[in-house]
């Protein structure tokens, strides 16, 4: 086995990282993670992959992957110039910014608002002709007779108040409404993380508010890949270095989402200012699933 191989497999191992464990957290193939274990750089895609791979494998097991490209840069292929130009990031992202950049592919990412416009004008317009029509209609005659006017006199105090008892109930209902989101704006977030032995956690957010909730996602002493599941979908994900943070901001009205980190022990979740506590659990990598709790389940009803 080679050297440098060798050396990234300790590290692995010693981070109780499978190679399964490890594809799923760099989302490099399981077949080049076991050529680079064993030197076989032929088998990768391109000398630009090595290098590369190589890098993530090193970061993601904690190792310095510049020191460790420098130390056996004899043992590993050199990037051809015109090979790194067309596997740059740089290269693809300029290709992909021109076409996103097109006129044709503006107009389309356009469609759906522009529709939404046309649609609000022929719905105001709509509007408008109605009430023009009812206001041309004819008018009722002025009733000169005066136990009509009396009669009218009455029903327009009894509808008077009416509408201010109407409007008093209404006022109280607003208080009531006022001062019960008060409160829930006052009570302060918990989270209850429940015990695992297993890849999967659940927690409970008791107080979470509607809308402008964040999560903020921290490595601690290593590096950690970690990602935001939302309805099923990965919102975001990265690999944090040693001391790196992330906010992520959820949806308003978002009452569920997924934690996933490779590196549990050493990821940092808090929930707006409220810091979870995930040490209940045993596996390295793992996945925290947070639901908020009804309004029945916050009170204890």
Known sequence: MDEIGQKLRSARIEKGYTLDDLQQITK????????????????????????????????????????????????????????????????????????????????KSHAFQIALVGLAILLVGAIYFVTWKNSQGPKQPISTDTSSVAVSETKDSSTTSSKSSSSKKAASSSKKKASSSTSKKAAALEVTVATSNTTLQTATLKNLPASGNKVTLTAGDSAAWVAVILNNATAWQGTLSAGESHTYELPDGATA??????????????????????TNGTRIVRTIQFTAATDSESTGD
Not at 261 to 276: A, C, E, F, L
């Open 257 to 278: 989402f997924s934690v996933k980190s490779g590196n549990m022990p050493q990821t940092g979740i808090t929930i707006n200012d409220t810091k979870v506590d995930a």
């Open 28 to 107: 490099i193939q399981k077949r080049y993670l076991i050529a680079i274990e064993e030197g076989r750089f032929d088998a990768l895609p391109g000398d630009f992959y090595v290098r590369a791979f190589i890098k993530q494998y090193a970061e993601t097991v904690g190792l310095d992957s510049d020191a460790l490209l420098t130390q056996f840069q004899q043992d590993i292929p050199e990037t051809q110039p015109q090979e790194y130009v067309e596997q740059s990031v740089e290269n693809k992202t300029r290709v992909t910014r021109a076409a996103e950049n097109s006129p044709v592919n503006k107009l």
